[in-house]
Every structure is written in C-alpha cells, then in structure tokens.
C-alpha cells in the first residue's frame, strides 16, 4: 500500500507542474481509501491586502483537492473531471504558517461526485469547510 500511496502523490504533485496548484505551492502530503491531503503555505502570495489568506486561494486550494480526489478514485484514464459547484464558509483567519486540505467523499455516483473539504491550520483549528460537485465525463 506504502508505494501505491507513494505513486499517487508523485503523480498529482507531478500533473501539478506549470498549473495554478504550483503557482499557489499546493503540495499534496497523504491519501487513503477515500481521501486526498494537501498543504499550502500561506504567505503574502495568498494574502489579502490586510494580511490574511485570502478566501479565494482557500476556495482554489479545495477546488484543487477536491477536483485531484475525484481523478484519482475514479478512472482517470476513462474520465475528465470537472467541478459542477463549490461553496465555502471561512470561519477563522490565518496569517502565515500551513493549512492542510483534507478531501473527503460523501458521495460517489457513476456521473456527479460530493466532496467534503475541510481546511485547517497547523494546530488542527477549522480555518474554511467547503463542499465541491465535481463530474466525471467520458473520454472519447
């Protein structure tokens, strides 16, 4: 299992080069049986003018997760996966330090998936919980 799980991580760290997950230092960290991990440094690149990470970083950080999980627990050699819906409550403010994004499925059907994505800080605190739709559609 500890090199397929190796395997995986290389691969999304990997398909992550020149995209927005590179420019926003997503790093993917775990996987298991039905969930995606990744950290993000927060930094003045996803900062708010006041200093704070930015909502919309932590929304392309969930995305990201979200959208990598469903490529990977479905086939992705038969699949494109597209996000359908993305919706975010921020509840606390961070300055600087990691948050890690942890992909969970609720759902997982044959067209539609539904992705519980909770961000949290290096102490485990809650700092965004979102919820992404994705869609698998064929590869002709």
Same mark, same amino acid.
């Given at each position: 299992?500890?090199?397929?799980?190796?395997?995986?991580?290389?691969?999304?760290?990997?398909?992550?080069?020149?995209?927005?997950?590179?420019?926003?230092?997503?790093e993917?960290?775990?996987?298991?049986?039905?969930?995606?991990?990744?950290?993000?440094?927060?930094?003045?690149?996803?900062?708010?003018?006041?200093?704070?990470?930015?909502?919309?970083?932590?929304?392309?950080?969930?995305?990201?997760?979200?959208?990598?999980?469903?490529?990977?627990?479905?086939?992705?050699?038969?699949?494109?996966?597209?996000?359908?819906?993305?919706?975010?409550?921020h509840?606390?403010? *961070? !300055?600087?330090?990691?948050v890690?994004?942890?992909?969970?499925? $609720?759902? =997982?059907?044959? @067209?539609?998936? #539904?992705?519980? *994505? !909770?961000?949290?800080?290096?102490?485990?605190?809650?700092?965004? $919980?979102? =919820?992404?739709? @994705?869609?698998? #559609?064929?590869?002709?």
């Amino acid at each position: 299992m500890n090199d397929y799980k190796e395997k995986i991580l290389k691969i999304c760290n990997e398909t992550s080069k020149n995209t927005l997950m590179e420019t926003l230092d997503i790093e993917y960290i775990d996987v298991g049986e039905d969930f995606l991990l990744a950290k993000m440094p927060v930094t003045s690149k996803v900062h708010q003018p006041d200093g704070v990470l930015h909502g919309g970083a932590s929304v392309a950080l969930a995305e990201s997760v979200g959208s990598a999980a469903s490529y990977i627990f479905l086939d992705g050699n038969k699949y494109f996966v597209r996000g359908l819906e993305i919706a975010a409550n921020h509840v606390k403010s *961070i !300055k600087d330090g990691f948050v890690y994004a942890k992909a969970t499925i $609720l759902h =997982k059907g044959r @067209t539609t998936q #539904l992705w519980e *994505i !909770k961000i949290t800080n290096e102490a485990d605190q809650l700092i965004s $919980l979102c =919820k992404l739709t @994705t869609i698998a #559609l064929p590869k002709s």
